[in-house]
């Protein structure tokens, strides 16, 4: 690969820093496409604009030779890469590579490709093969951190090399890593799944107080893409809770969701009333904070969760880390759980960034 740049030694020169390896020599303009800069070529017009009109590391074209010219820059010098790779052809192979389902990629800005998202999902990235790829000297990956949900369009990570050009072995490692633990970073979409809904409490069984806890849920599965196609309301009874859910399986709800009556007050019900309608806990109680009371439990296969008050009071809870995993498709286990303890302690912000924070990572 040639490689080209504005300085003008008066004899060939043989560089060997960590950008180049390579004998330059000077050619005419006319004869450097296809070649690459080594430097801006900057333009100057006296109270109007100063900049590169060419930046470091683009590819010489026909249509570039008149301007070139108008430049004064008569003569350029490349160099043989002697099977080095430029940094945007390096950048679009480790993407390649990596990249899986549910997000573009960039064309190379200043040798950058940027991975975008193509729909609302899981955000999943190996983090051991990330760091296997990023021990590869000169070539950075970065990413978001995995497991998050993302949104369609969003920004999700970057790779580059670090000088101009690097040895084509290094980007055949990466590759290699890649095919071995593919993919490096990909989204898994959520399933649009009928939701059924148990809410809680004599309270506003009996009509005493509004039910202020249902539309809060219903519009984060909503946020989700799902919907709730069946609210029940009953009273702090354990039979005429575990009849709700047996009778929303019946309607055929992929999920569930019972909210309150999570805590160990006497009359708070809602685990006793889950596991006596039949759920298997996976576990009751989490390493997260709002959300320690969490239950989770499947009955026949559909997953049923028990919600603590605290999801209806704090934008970001054990609702937001669990439940976008399990609409993913993901296995949420007890261990899945307990490694939430790092990380599961929200800041309560005055104004709340999630998930732009660290609660959950």
Do not use: W
Not at 120 to 132: E, P, T
Not at 267 to 286: E, F, M, N, Q
Not at 294 to 299: C, E, V
Request: hydrophobic residues 40%.
């Amino acid at each position: 690969m040639a490689h080209a740049c504005q300085h003008r030694p008066e004899k060939p020169i043989t560089t060997h820093n960590q950008e180049l390896t390579a004998i330059m020599k000077s050619i005419p303009v006319e004869q450097a496409v296809g070649t690459i800069l080594c430097h801006d070529i900057t333009e100057i017009v006296p109270d109007v604009f100063k900049g590169p009109t060419f930046k470091k590391g683009h590819v010489i074209t026909e249509q570039d030779i008149p301007r070139l010219l108008d430049l004064g820059k008569r003569h350029i010098y490349v160099a043989d890469f002697k099977g080095r790779i430029h940094e945007n052809d390096a950048a679009r192979r480790i993407a390649s590579a990596a990249c899986g389902k549910g997000i573009t990629l960039t064309e190379p800005v200043e040798g950058k490709v940027t991975f975008i998202a193509e729909t609302q999902g899981l955000l999943k990235v190996n983090v051991d093969a990330l760091d296997k790829i990023n021990h590869i000297q000169e070539i950075m990956f970065a990413t978001l951190h995995s497991l998050q949900t993302v949104e369609e369009k969003q920004d999700l990570a970057g790779t580059r090399i670090i000088p101009l050009s690097i040895d084509e072995a290094k980007i055949k490692a990466v590759e290699e890593i890649c095919q071995a633990h593919f993919p490096i970073i990909e989204i898994k979409p959520f399933s649009q799944l009928k939701v059924g809904m148990v809410i809680t409490g004599s309270e506003i069984y009996h009509g005493r107080i509004k039910d202020k806890f249902g539309p809060v849920v219903e519009k984060k599965f909503q946020d989700l893409g799902s919907r709730v196609f069946k609210k029940i309301l009953v009273s702090d009874e354990m039979e005429m809770t575990a009849n709700a859910i047996r009778s929303l399986m019946d309607d055929g709800a992929q999920m569930i969701a019972v909210t309150g009556g999570m805590s160990v007050d006497p009359d708070d019900l809602t685990p006793s009333s889950i596991r006596a309608a039949g759920g298997k806990v996976v576990t009751y109680g989490a390493p997260v904070l709002p959300g320690a009371m969490f239950m989770l439990a499947h009955i026949d296969g559909i997953p049923v969760v028990g919600l603590p008050g605290c999801v209806m009071y704090h934008r970001a809870s054990i609702f937001d880390l669990v439940v976008p995993r399990l609409m993913a498709g993901e296995v949420v286990d007890r261990s899945t759980i307990t490694r939430m303890g790092h990380g599961g302690y929200c800041s309560n912000c005055k104004t709340c960034k999630y998930p732009v924070c660290g609660f959950g990572k």
